[in-house]
C-alpha cells in the first residue's frame, strides 16, 4: 500500500483531509460501540486535527508527537467546505478529554494552542528497548542522520550543513526508502554532487534492524534535521 499526503494548502490536500476526517470519525464511532476504558487517536499532522466520535463513557485522548501549529485549515475559499470541516473539528476537539505529547515541548506548545484551551496535556515519553540500543563504548568517527528517505526529514539541510561545516568527520544518512521516494534520493544524490562533498556525505540504505542499531551505537554525533 502506498500512503498519500497531500499538501494542506492544494484543493487535494482540503479535499483528502475532509474524506480522512469522515473517516476518522466513523471508525472511532464504530469502537465506541464497546464502551472502552481508553478511545486514543493518534495524531500524525499538527495541521490535521484528531476527528473521532468518542464516546460519553471513555476517557478520549489524542497523542500529539509534532508541534499543534494550528488545528484548523487555513480558509479555502469554498464556503461549504470550510464550514463543514470546521463542523468536524470542533466537534472532535469537544469530545477530547486528554492530550498525550511525546515530549515536554510538545506539551507545552499544545498548553499554548488555543483550539486546546482548558484540555489537560501529559508527557509519555517513548520507550527504548534497553536489551537492543545500548553505549558499547565504540566510536567510528562519523555523523548520524537516521530516518525514513522522505522529504518530511529534511535531509538536504543536513548535506548543506556539511558543506559549510569545518569538520573532518563524514556524514552518514541512513534510513529506509519506502512509498515510492526514489525521486527524492535521487535529489539528494545530485545535491551531494553540487555541494561537492560526495568524499564526506554518504546515504546508505538500511535492510535490517541490527544494522541500524550498531550504526547508532557507534556514530560520534546524531544529527536530526527534520
Not at 70 to 88: A, K, Q
Not at 94 to 113: E, F, K, M, P, T
Not at 162 to 175: C, Q
Request: net charge positive.
Amino acid at each position: 500500500p502506498h500512503q498519500i499526503v497531500p499538501h494542506r494548502e492544494s484543493l487535494f490536500g482540503r479535499f483528502s483531509a475532509y474524506f480522512l476526517s469522515r473517516k476518522a470519525m466513523k471508525m472511532s464511532q464504530s469502537a465506541s460501540i464497546w464502551s472502552p476504558d481508553v478511545l486514543f487517536v493518534q495524531v500524525m499532522s499538527g495541521w490535521f486535527a484528531p476527528f473521532f466520535y468518542g464516546s460519553n463513557g471513555s476517557l478520549n485522548a489524542a497523542f500529539l508527537h509534532v508541534p499543534p501549529e494550528s488545528f484548523y485549515t487555513r480558509p479555502s475559499g469554498l464556503l461549504w467546505y470550510d464550514r463543514r470541516i470546521r463542523h468536524f473539528q470542533e466537534e472532535s476537539l469537544g469530545r477530547l478529554d486528554l492530550v498525550i505529547a511525546n515530549s515536554n515541548y510538545i506539551a507545552l506548545q499544545a498548553r499554548n494552542c488555543k483550539e486546546l484551551s482548558g484540555i489537560p496535556a501529559e508527557v509519555v515519553h517513548l520507550g527504548v528497548d534497553n536489551r537492543r540500543f545500548y553505549p558499547t563504548g565504540k566510536d567510528d568517527g562519523y555523523i548520524l542522520c537516521l530516518g525514513r528517505i522522505t522529504p518530511v526529514k529534511n535531509f538536504e539541510l543536513a548535506i548543506r550543513a556539511m558543506a559549510e561545516a569545518k569538520t573532518a568527520l563524514p556524514l552518514i544518512i541512513a534510513g529506509t526508502l519506502t512509498g515510492g521516494k526514489l525521486e527524492y534520493l535521487n535529489e539528494l544524490q545530485s545535491l551531494i554532487t553540487k555541494m561537492g562533498v560526495g568524499d564526506r556525505v554518504k546515504i546508505r540504505l538500511i535492510e535490517n534492524d541490527s544494522e541500524l542499531v550498531t550504526l547508532m551505537q557507534r556514530c560520534s554525533f546524531f544529527l536530526f534535521p527534520s
